[in-house]
Every structure is written in structure tokens, then in C-alpha cells.
């Protein structure tokens, strides 16, 4: 009989995550500006590692 690992009867899901912003940005960078602090002119412009 061949021997299963341990974790064999976990049921694997994917999870989303996200962050609540106010309902009043048009834009996702606006949002995404919004949480780390720059102004959406200068966050559009930053590397992001990817």
C-alpha cells in the first residue's frame, strides 16, 4: 500500500485579498496612491517590483 503524506486530505483553496478605500476614487491608481501616501501623479510614476 503506498503511503500518503500527511497533508493528502486538505482541501486547497485560492484566497483574495484586497484593501477597503473610500468609494470616491475613479481610478486604481488614485486608491492605490491613497493607501501608501504619494499624490496618484507620483505613485504612477514608481518602480513596483512585480
Avoid: C, I, K
Avoid at 470616491?24 to 517590483?49: C, D, I, K, M, N
Wanted: hydrophobic share 30%.
Amino acid at each position: 500500500m503506498a503511503r500518503q503524506p500527511d497533508n493528502a486530505g486538505l482541501l486547497r483553496t485560492r484566497r483574495r485579498y484586497g484593501l477597503s478605500v473610500p468609494p470616491s476614487f475613479q481610478h486604481p491608481v488614485e486608491a492605490a496612491a491613497w493607501t501608501y501616501g504619494p499624490e496618484p501623479q507620483q505613485y504612477s510614476q514608481l518602480l513596483r517590483r512585480t
